[in-house]
C-alpha cells in the first residue's frame, strides 16, 4: 500500500496555486467557467506537458485525473471562497514557489532519468516550472509576465544549478532534493520582498 | 476499392467547415492570402495534431494532402464566392458543428483504441474539437472565443459522456457513433438560437 | 577528427540572426536580459522543434549546447554592440536569409529520410523556416508578420519546389543543395529591394 507521500503533498499543493493563479488571471478577463477552468488547468500542466513533448515520455497527466482534480478545488476555492482566497494571498504565493521548487526538481529528475545531460536537465527543469504561466499568459492575449517582470525562471535556474553542484560533489539524494526546493522558494522570497529583478532593454527601445 | 464513405464526407464539409472560419477571421486581420491559407489549415488540423502529439500517434495529416486540399477549396469559396459564402452562413454553421461533432468522435475512438481511459479519451475528443480554434485565435491576437463566448467545447463533453453512457450500456458501435454526432450537432443549434451560455466572472472581475 | 563544416557555419550564422532578429524585437517590449534571451533562443529553434515533434524525432537542440551558445553570442552583440548590430542591419538580413535557406534545407532533407513524401517535406523544410518567428511573434504578442508582410515563408515554398524539381531530374545531391538555398537566399532579396508581396483581403474587410 502506497501511504500519503510528503513530495506528492507538495504537488498537489502546487497545482492548485498554479491552477489559482490561472483561474484568477482568465477571471479578470471574464472568462465564462469553462474558460477559467481550460486556462487553471494548462497553468498547472503546461510546463510539464511541453517536457515530456520535448523528452518523448508519455504525457503525464494522461494516466492520472488527479490534476484534474486539483484545477476543480482551486476552482472551487476561488468561486466559493473569494475573499479567503484574496486575503490568503501570500499563503498562496508560498505554495506557487513550493510548486515552483516542486515542478522543477520533477523536471531535471525526469530528464536525467531519460539520459540528458545536466545542462538540458536543468533547462527542461526551468521549462517544466515556467511555460505552463507562458501558456497562460498566451492564452490571455498579455505579454508573458515571466520576461518582464521580476526572477522566477530564474530562480528554477538557480535551484538548477545548486542541484547539480550537489550532485557533483555526491550529496545524498534525499538532501539534494530538498535543498534544491528550499533554496527555489527563498529565491522567490527573497526576490518578491526586495524587488530584485534583472536589467532590460527599457532604456534602449527607442533605438531598436 | 473503396468506395465513398458517409463518414469521410462529414470530415471534408467539416474540414472546409473550420478551414472557411479561419480564412475569415484572418480575412478581417488584414492577412494576405498565404497567411489566410495556414490560419485555415491550422484551425481546421490544430485540434488532432496536438490531440495526436499528446498521445504519441503519427500525426494524422502526415500521410494524406487531402486536409491541404480541403483548405484549398475552402480558399477558393471566400475568394470567389465570398457574397455566396456570407448568404450560406447558417448552411456553414452547421458543416461547422457537424465537423465539430465528427472531430470529437473522432478523438474519443483514437484515444480509446491508444489504450486510454473513457475520462482521457473524452477530453482528447473535446481537444480534437476545440484547439485548432484556439490556436486560429492566439495567431490572429485574440482572446479564444471558447473561453468567453457561447458552449462549444462543452458540446464536445456532452456528445462525449453521451458516447461514455452507450459504450457502458453496450449500445450497437454504430449507433453510438450517429447518436454521439448528432447530439452534438443539436446542442450546438440549440445554444445558439437560445443563447445559452455559462456563468462568467463578469461582476467580480474589479475584486480580483 | 571532423574539421570545421561549411554547412555548420551556415547554420551557426543563421542561427546567431534568427536570436538576433528576436532579442531586437523582444527588447522593443520592455523584456529583461532572460526574457530577450528565451525570446531570441525560441526564434532560433522553435521552427526545427515543431518539426522535430510533428515526425515524432528527437528534438535537434536536446544533443548540443551549440544553440545555446549562438543564442548567447547574439545576446552578447545586441547588449555590447548596439550600433553596429544597427549599422550591420544588411548583412544581418543576409545571415537571416542565409538561415531561412539551410533551415529549409535541413527540413526537407530531414522529412525525407523520415520516409515521408516530397509534397510533406517542402511543408515541413517551410515549418522549420518560419515557425519560431511565428512563436516569437506570438509570445510578444503581436500579430505574426510573416502572415502580413512580404514574402518569408513562401521562398522556403519556392526554395522546396526547386529542391524537388532537381531531386527528380536527378540533379547531383550537392548541387541540389546549394541552389535550393542560394535561391532562397535570392527571393528574399528580390522580394525585399522591390517590395512583392501577395494580394490580401484588405479590401472586403468591411463586408466579412
Redesign the interface.
Same mark, same amino acid.
Given at each position: 500500500m502506497k501511504g500519503i507521500n510528503f513530495t506528492d503533498v507538495v504537488e498537489y499543493l502546487g497545482t492548485v496555486a498554479f491552477a489559482i493563479s490561472g483561474i $484568477?488571471m482568465?477571471? $479578470?478577463? %471574464?472568462?465564462?467557467? &469553462?474558460?477559467?477552468f481550460?486556462?487553471g488547468f494548462i497553468t498547472a500542466i503546461g510546463g510539464g506537458?511541453v517536457r515530456d !513533448?520535448?523528452?518523448?515520455k *508519455?504525457?503525464f497527466w !494522461?494516466?492520472s485525473?488527479s490534476y484534474f482534480l486539483c484545477t476543480l478545488i482551486g476552482m472551487f476555492m476561488v468561486i466559493v471562497f473569494?475573499r479567503i482566497v484574496?486575503k490568503l494571498d501570500y499563503t498562496f504565493f508560498i505554495f506557487d514557489a513550493a510548486g515552483l521548487g516542486l515542478f522543477t526538481l520533477t523536471g531535471i529528475v525526469v530528464t536525467l532519468d531519460a539520459g540528458?545531460s545536466m &545542462?538540458?536537465a536543468i533547462i527542461m527543469g526551468t521549462i517544466t516550472g515556467s511555460v505552463g504561466g507562458?501558456i497562460r499568459d498566451?492564452?490571455?492575449? *498579455?505579454? /508573458?509576465l515571466?520576461?518582464?517582470e521580476d526572477?522566477y525562471?530564474?530562480a528554477s535556474i538557480a535551484g538548477g544549478l545548486i542541484f547539480a553542484c550537489m550532485h557533483f560533489f555526491n550529496a545524498p539524494y534525499i538532501l539534494t532534493q530538498i535543498v534544491t526546493i528550499i533554496s527555489i522558494i527563498l529565491i522567490r522570497v527573497l526576490v518578491v520582498r526586495y524587488s530584485w %529583478?534583472? /536589467?532590460?532593454?527599457?532604456d534602449?527601445?527607442s533605438?531598436?
Amino acid at each position: 500500500m502506497k501511504g500519503i507521500n510528503f513530495t506528492d503533498v507538495v504537488e498537489y499543493l502546487g497545482t492548485v496555486a498554479f491552477a489559482i493563479s490561472g483561474i $484568477r488571471m482568465a477571471s $479578470r478577463k %471574464h472568462f465564462d467557467y &469553462f474558460g477559467a477552468f481550460v486556462i487553471g488547468f494548462i497553468t498547472a500542466i503546461g510546463g510539464g506537458t511541453v517536457r515530456d !513533448l520535448l523528452i518523448q515520455k *508519455e504525457v503525464f497527466w !494522461l494516466t492520472s485525473p488527479s490534476y484534474f482534480l486539483c484545477t476543480l478545488i482551486g476552482m472551487f476555492m476561488v468561486i466559493v471562497f473569494k475573499r479567503i482566497v484574496i486575503k490568503l494571498d501570500y499563503t498562496f504565493f508560498i505554495f506557487d514557489a513550493a510548486g515552483l521548487g516542486l515542478f522543477t526538481l520533477t523536471g531535471i529528475v525526469v530528464t536525467l532519468d531519460a539520459g540528458y545531460s545536466m &545542462f538540458m536537465a536543468i533547462i527542461m527543469g526551468t521549462i517544466t516550472g515556467s511555460v505552463g504561466g507562458i501558456i497562460r499568459d498566451v492564452l490571455i492575449n *498579455e505579454l /508573458p509576465l515571466v520576461f518582464r517582470e521580476d526572477i522566477y525562471a530564474t530562480a528554477s535556474i538557480a535551484g538548477g544549478l545548486i542541484f547539480a553542484c550537489m550532485h557533483f560533489f555526491n550529496a545524498p539524494y534525499i538532501l539534494t532534493q530538498i535543498v534544491t526546493i528550499i533554496s527555489i522558494i527563498l529565491i522567490r522570497v527573497l526576490v518578491v520582498r526586495y524587488s530584485w %529583478h534583472f /536589467p532590460s532593454f527599457k532604456d534602449n527601445n527607442s533605438k531598436f
